[in-house]
Nanobody
């Protein structure tokens, strides 16, 4: 059974940092695009950040650029999202996702991701 399991969410205050971790099991994701998707209350899901298998191609959404960093450890089948200088508008459920096709051109598309975790809640208070 293929699984992506997120951890590291929680409550934070404006300006705080959190690090999200996602570990995959059931298959290797070393050749997959790995991404973080979030859904804020009353809003559509959006791709926050994504990373190519070799780590050389990265997408980071403008609203979090300079504050969020995505990284991966293929040996551990893991992907991370370092979130600094958190803002109340970052409040959302964050999902880890994987696109096994590994196509960089579509890494910003929600529909590219076949696998998705259950999500971890991040709440940022002002």
């Amino acid at each position: 059974q293929v699984q992506l399991v997120e951890s590291g969410g929680g409550l934070a205050q404006t300006g705080d940092s959190l690090r999200l971790t996602c570990v995959g099991s059931g298959r290797t994701f070393s050749n997959s695009i790995m991404g973080w998707i979030r859904q804020a209350p009353g809003k559509n899901r959006e791709v926050v950040a994504a990373l190519a298998p070799n780590g050389r191609s990265t997408f980071v959404r403008d609203s979090v650029k300079g504050r969020f960093t995505i990284s991966r450890d293929n040996a551990k089948n893991a992907v991370y999202l370092q979130m600094n200088d958190l803002k109340p508008e970052d409040t959302a459920v964050y999902y880890c996702a994987a696109d096994r096709r590994g196509e960089i051109a579509t890494m910003t598309w929600l529909t590219s991701y076949e696998y998705r975790g259950q999500g971890t809640q991040v709440t940022v208070s002002s």
